[in-house]
């Protein structure tokens, strides 16, 4: 089993930053990709960014440029820089987490993000 905890969330005016963090914790493997992912209410859950533990990065296109996914594997923690953030930015973000063998995801309780215009 493998435990996430969120941190970082907020309430943030339009234009402004905030970083959000996530610590793993209990059977974690070295080779594993973990993520951000958000959901806005009445849509679904969507891809942020992913990292895997060599590094290699992947984002939505709508954070390009806005969003920076980072890692720390000797603290198993994940951290997702945010600038420059839109009212559209504002939802849930939840942390995951999967091996790359297989496919289990494990998820955070989700941190609320807010962004007032």
């Known amino acids: 089993q493998v435990q996430l905890v969120e941190s970082g969330g907020g309430l943030v005016q339009a234009g402004g930053s905030l970083r959000l963090s996530c610590a793993a914790s209990g059977s974690i493997f070295s080779s594993n990709i973990m993520g951000w992912y958000r959901q806005a209410p009445g849509k679904q859950r969507e891809l942020v960014a992913t990292?895997?533990?060599?590094?290699?990065?992947n984002y939505a296109d709508s954070v390009k440029g806005r969003f920076t996914i980072s890692r720390d594997n000797g603290k198993n923690t994940v951290y997702l820089q945010m600038n420059s953030l839109k009212p559209e930015d504002a939802a849930v973000y939840y942390c995951s987490y999967r091996r790359f063998t297989i496919q289990t995801m494990y998820w955070g309780q989700g941190t609320q993000v807010t962004v007032s215009s």
């Open positions: 990292i895997t533990s060599g590094g290699s990065t």
